[in-house]
């Protein structure tokens, strides 16, 4: 358990939390997939685990990688964003978690593998089309995926997700948790909503809490997707509704970190969505937001909340790209 997560553990005890983690698909040049025998529940599982503070989810991996398999990635490339009740699972200690996972694929590494002892029993590189059928739960949805788009069938597995042993509150995961941790620096998911309509503008809000301006978004609720997580922050702060959503990024690490007017510090996990298909009239949540406007690329506000403003400006590029 890393430390983030067990001095989190130590204020909240066992009730449920969504946290964040990344994994390694590493895969030889037989497209064989290495994976390890874990100790803790005599599974099969992807090297990764949870995040430190400060980490981006990439480099969470390549961590996760070397501590469990004494191999140095050379290269990751991301693979997917993995997060709902699929991922959720109880330790063997009673603690509820709720995963979001960052999957990267790495190809190009070097080292000769070996065992912790600590968290892994063995490691061995499997055929995709011979996998264990005892993977670990979480770990499930991400190697079906990895076997979809390399056209191996989608594997059988013996262990089936857990039945969702608790009651999942309607909102305020992140107030409730804050609660208990105060202004302590926290590991928060969350999605951001790029609204595009046809004059290629984009929306923007201006907040109340910190007085800048933003995407429309928020933190993530226990059992929801990003995906949902989008779909209800944009219907919540600006009325509208999201009819296709195109994954834009997923952006972690320190210049996702964020210090709030009254104290509360964040480490944000943020996936950002395109939206040019979408339904309503904009009207505001007025708890939260002050204004909504659209905003042409080269008319943006000087006040851009920094996570955003690092959003804004990958967007900003690739229109430039173009």
């Given at each position: 358990m890393c430390q983030y997560v067990r001095d989190l553990r130590e204020r909240v005890g066992s009730r449920p939390l969504i946290l964040c983690g990344a994994s390694a698909l590493i895969l030889d040049q037989q497209n064989r997939l290495l994976l390890q025998h874990r100790v803790d529940d005599d599974s099969w599982g992807l090297p990764g685990g949870f995040m430190e503070i400060g980490e981006s989810l990439e480099g969470t991996a390549a961590r996760e990688m070397y501590e469990e398999t004494g191999l140095s990635c050379q290269s990751l490339t991301f693979f997917n964003i993995y997060s709902g009740p699929e991922l959720y699972y109880r330790g063997t200690d009673g603690s509820a978690v709720f995963n979001v996972t960052g999957a990267y694929l790495c190809r190009d590494y070097c080292g000769v593998p070996r065992v912790d002892g600590v968290e892994g029993r063995e490691l061995d590189f499997f055929a995709l089309t011979d996998l264990p059928r005892t993977i670990q739960v979480p770990v499930q949805p991400i190697i079906s995926e990895?076997?979809?788009?390399?056209?191996?069938?989608?594997?059988?597995?013996?262990?089936?997700?857990?039945?969702?042993?608790?009651?999942?509150p309607v909102k305020n995961y992140a107030r409730s948790l804050r609660a208990l941790v105060g202004t302590r620096p926290l590991?928060?998911?969350?999605?951001?909503?790029?609204?595009?309509?046809?004059?290629?503008?984009?929306?923007?809000?201006?907040?109340?809490?910190?007085?800048?301006?933003?995407?429309?978004?928020?933190?993530?609720?226990?059992?929801?997707?990003?995906?949902?997580?989008?779909?209800?922050?944009?219907?919540?702060?600006?009325?509208?509704?999201?009819?296709?959503?195109?994954?834009?990024?997923?952006?972690?690490?320190?210049?996702?970190?964020?210090?709030?007017?009254?104290?509360?510090?964040?480490?944000?996990?943020?996936?950002?969505y395109l939206c040019r298909s979408f339904s309503g009239e904009v009207s505001l949540d007025c708890r939260e937001v002050k204004e909504a406007k659209w905003?042409?690329?080269t008319q943006l506000p000087s006040s851009i909340c920094p996570p955003d403003q690092v959003m804004l400006d990958d967007y900003v590029t690739a229109v430039g790209d173009v």
């Open positions: 990895l076997c979809r788009r390399f056209g191996a069938s989608e594997p059988s597995y013996s262990l089936q997700r857990p039945m969702l042993s608790i009651e999942i590991i928060l998911s969350a999605a951001g909503v790029l609204f595009v309509d046809d004059h290629n503008r984009i929306l923007l809000q201006h907040r109340k809490d910190n007085d800048t301006w933003g995407l429309p978004g928020g933190a993530m609720e226990l059992g929801e997707t990003f995906d949902e997580t989008a779909r209800r922050e944009a219907r919540e702060e600006v009325g509208l509704h999201c009819k296709e959503l195109a994954l834009m990024g997923v952006y972690s690490g320190p210049s996702l970190y964020y210090r709030y007017p009254h104290g509360d510090e964040v480490y944000n996990v943020i996936a950002a905003h042409s690329l």
